[in-house]
C-alpha cells in the first residue's frame, strides 16, 4: 500500500500559516497590553491566558459553540455560503487559538523586563512609539520572542483535541500528523503510527537546532543590568 | 529659563503638592531619597502626569490641568538624563547619538553625531557598543544623545550616583563644561550637596512632596531658613533651645547658656552649627559659648575626624551623642592635653537659628 504523506503537507502549511499569525498577533497583543492601564488588564489576561490552561477539546467545544452553524461566526459563514467547520482553516483557527497564548505570554513577559528609563529616554527624545517599538522594544527582546514562536511553533504542530472537534479527521483535507499518529494506533496500524512518530521527531529537532543557532549568532548584545 | 511648576499628585506613600517658581540658568533640586525630587523632574519631562496643576517653561505651557493642556514627552524637548544612563544596548554609539535625527538629512545627521561625539571626547568609540564603555563614558554617551535633539533643557536624574569617587568628581567637573557652553536651562536632581552645590546656581529643597526652600545656593548654605533645609544642606548638629533674651539662648537639658547673634530679630526654639563651624582645643581666648564635652567615639576618615561627643552637663543621657564635630586630621594631632573630655566653641556668627 502507497503511504500516504498528505498529514504531512496538511500539517505543514497549519503550523507555518498559524505560527505566523500567532507571531504578529502575540507580540502585538503583548505590545498593547504592557502599555495598557485600564482596568480591565486582569481579565484580559485571563482571557488571553485562557486557551493554555483550559483542555483542549474544551477550547474545542467553545469554537465549535462560536464558529459552528448556530454560531456568532458561523451565521456570518453561512451568509457568504462558507463553512469553516470541517475545513482546513478549522486546523489553522485551533492552532492559531491554543499557540496564542505562550507567544503572548512569553513576549509579554520579555517586554516587561525591558528598562522602563529605556524607553523613556527615547521618548524625551523625541521619537514616535511605533519607532520606539521596532528599533529599541523588540531587537531587545529577542531572545524571548525567538522562544515564544519556538514554544507557539510546537504547540500548533502538537496540537490535536481542538482540531479534532473543529475540523474532524478528514484524510486528505483536515488529516495533521497528530490525528494520523492517533487513528493508526487506534487501528491497530503501529508501524504506520511510528512513521509519523519519526516525522515528528525530526521536524521538532531541526526547529529546536535552527532556533538555537540563531538566536545565539543574533545576540551581539548583552543587556546589562544596572 | 524661568520654571513655574506648581502641581499636585497623589501617591499611595504620600501627597505631592510641589509648588516652585524659580528662574536660573542651572537648577538643583536637593532632597533626601523618596522626597519627589525624582517624581518633579518626571513630571516636567512629561514622563508622568500631575492630578492636577501647571507646569510652564518661559512663555511655554506643558500642562495645565484647567485648560487640559498636556503637551507629549517627545514635544517637550527635554533632554533627560537617567541614573542608569538608559542607553539603547542594541545599538553603538553612534546609534545611539542619532537615534532620534533620522529625519534628518545624512551629511546633516552625521555632522551632529561627530559635533557631539568630539563635545564629550568620545572619538574612536562611535562604532562600540554601550556594554563596550565604562560608566563615565556610558554617561557621556548619554549626555551627546540628549544633547543631539537640541533641547531646551537638560534634565539629570541623580547622574554620579553610578559611579565611584573618582570618576564622579572627574564628570561634574566634564558637565559643568557641557553645562556652561549649554544655553538652555538645566536641571539637577541629586541628595548629593557637592554635587548640587558644584553644578548649580539656583537651589530647591524638597522633602515629602513639598517645597522647603528656594534660593540662590549661597544664601541657601549660609542662612538656610528652617531645620529641613539646615539638615539637608548638611547641618549635622539641631539643639533645642530656650531663648532667654534677645541674643542669647539656653539648652535646657545640659544647663548651658549660649551667646548668639539674632540679626533678623527671630524667634528662637533650635539652634543648629556645622559640625566643620565647631571650634576645639586651645579656646584660652574665648569666655563664653565654650562647653565641655565627653567624646562619646570618632570616626576616622583618611583626612578627617568625625568626633561624637556628649555634653558633659548632659549626665542624663550618655547613650545618645550630642554634637558631632569635623577636624581635619592635622589640626586634631596638634592639640595637646587629649583625654575623655574636650572643650569645644559655639562661635555667634556660626549659630544658625530656627
Not at chain 1, 496564542?100 to 524607553?119: A, C, H, V, W
Request: aromatic share 10%; glycine share 6%; hydrophobic share 45%.
Amino acid at each position: 500500500m502507497e503511504f500516504d504523506y498528505s498529514p504531512l503537507w496538511i500539517s505543514l502549511k497549519t503550523v507555518l500559516t498559524a505560527t505566523c499569525i500567532t507571531f504578529f498577533l502575540g507580540i502585538f497583543i503583548a505590545w498593547r497590553m504592557s502599555n495598557y492601564k485600564g482596568k480591565l488588564k486582569g481579565i484580559l489576561d485571563v482571557i488571553f491566558t485562557l486557551p493554555m490552561v483550559l483542555p483542549p477539546t474544551v477550547v474545542g467545544f467553545f469554537l465549535l459553540l462560536i464558529l459552528g452553524k448556530n454560531g456568532m461566526f458561523g451565521m456570518l459563514f453561512k451568509y457568504f455560503n462558507t463553512n469553516i467547520i470541517f475545513s482546513w482553516y478549522a486546523t489553522v483557527i485551533s492552532a492559531v487559538i491554543v499557540s496564542f497564548p505562550l507567544m503572548y505570554k512569553t513576549t509579554r513577559g520579555s517586554f516587561e523586563q525591558i528598562d522602563i528609563n529605556i524607553l523613556n529616554a527615547a521618548r524625551t527624545l523625541g521619537v514616535p512609539e511605533l519607532r520606539i517599538f521596532w528599533k529599541i522594544t523588540v531587537p531587545i527582546s529577542f531572545p524571548g520572542i525567538a522562544a515564544g514562536t519556538v514554544l507557539s511553533f510546537a504547540r500548533a504542530l502538537g496540537e490535536f483535541g481542538a482540531t479534532l472537534m473543529i475540523a474532524g479527521n478528514i484524510p486528505g483535507k483536515t488529516q495533521t500528523i497528530p490525528l494520523a499518529i492517533f487513528f493508526a494506533a487506534e487501528g491497530g496500524n503501529m508501524n504506520r503510527a511510528f512513521i509519523w512518530v519519526c516525522i515528528i521527531l525530526i521536524i521538532s529537532l531541526i526547529v529546536m537546532t535552527l532556533t538555537n543557532y540563531w538566536t545565539q549568532n543574533h545576540k551581539r548584545f548583552k543587556l546589562y543590568k544596572f | 529659563m524661568n520654571i513655574l511648576v506648581d502641581i499636585e499628585k497623589q501617591f499611595e506613600e504620600f501627597y505631592m503638592k510641589m509648588k516652585f517658581n524659580v528662574d536660573g540658568k542651572n537648577i538643583g533640586l536637593l532632597g533626601a531619597s523618596g522626597s519627589g525630587k525624582s517624581m518633579t523632574l518626571k513630571l516636567i519631562a512629561g514622563l508622568e502626569k500631575p492630578d492636577r496643576g501647571i507646569i510652564k517653561i518661559g512663555n511655554k505651557t506643558l500642562f495645565d490641568s484647567d485648560k487640559l493642556i498636556n503637551i507629549s514627552v517627545k514635544d517637550r524637548k527635554v533632554g533627560f538624563l537617567f541614573q542608569n544612563y538608559a542607553l539603547f544596548p542594541n545599538m553603538t554609539i553612534r546609534e545611539n547619538i542619532g537615534f532620534a535625527l533620522n529625519s534628518i538629512e545624512k551629511n546633516k545627521r552625521n555632522k551632529i553625531i561627530k559635533d557631539k561625539t568630539n563635545q564629550v571626547k568620545l572619538n574612536g568609540m562611535e562604532n562600540r557598543l554601550p556594554i563596550e564603555l565604562s560608566g563615565g563614558q556610558q554617561q557621556r554617551v548619554a549626555l551627546a544623545r540628549a544633547l543631539a535633539v537640541n533641547p531646551e533643557i537638560l534634565m539629570f536624574d541623580e547622574p554620579f550616583s553610578a559611579l565611584d569617587e573618582n570618576l564622579r568628581s572627574y564628570m561634574v567637573k566634564e558637565i559643568k563644561e557641557v553645562l556652561n557652553d549649554f544655553k538652555g536651562t538645566s536641571i539637577l536632581v541629586s541628595h548629593n550637596i557637592d554635587e548640587i552645590y558644584r553644578l548649580s546656581d539656583k537651589i530647591i529643597v524638597i522633602d515629602s512632596g513639598k517645597v522647603e526652600a528656594v534660593d540662590d545656593k549661597n544664601d541657601l548654605f549660609l542662612n538656610p531658613p528652617n531645620i529641613i533645609t539646615a539638615k539637608l544642606t548638611g547641618c549635622k548638629n539641631i539643639i533645642k533651645v530656650n531663648q532667654i533674651s534677645e541674643n542669647e539662648v539656653m539648652i535646657c537639658e545640659w544647663g548651658i547658656k549660649l551667646k548668639v547673634n539674632n540679626k533678623f530679630n527671630k524667634k528662637i526654639t533650635s539652634i543648629g552649627i556645622r559640625a566643620n563651624h565647631i571650634k576645639c582645643g586651645e579656646l584660652l581666648k574665648e569666655s563664653k559659648n565654650i562647653i565641655k564635652c565627653e567624646i562619646a567615639y570618632i570616626n576616622e576618615s583618611p583626612f578627617k575626624l568625625t568626633v561624637y561627643l556628649i555634653a558633659v552637663q548632659n549626665s542624663l543621657n550618655k547613650e545618645k551623642y550630642n554634637i558631632q564635630l569635623e577636624v581635619s586630621k592635622d589640626m586634631w594631632n596638634e592639640i595637646k592635653n587629649k583625654n575623655k573630655f574636650i572643650d569645644i566653641y559655639l562661635d555667634p556668627e556660626k549659630i544658625m537659628l530656627f
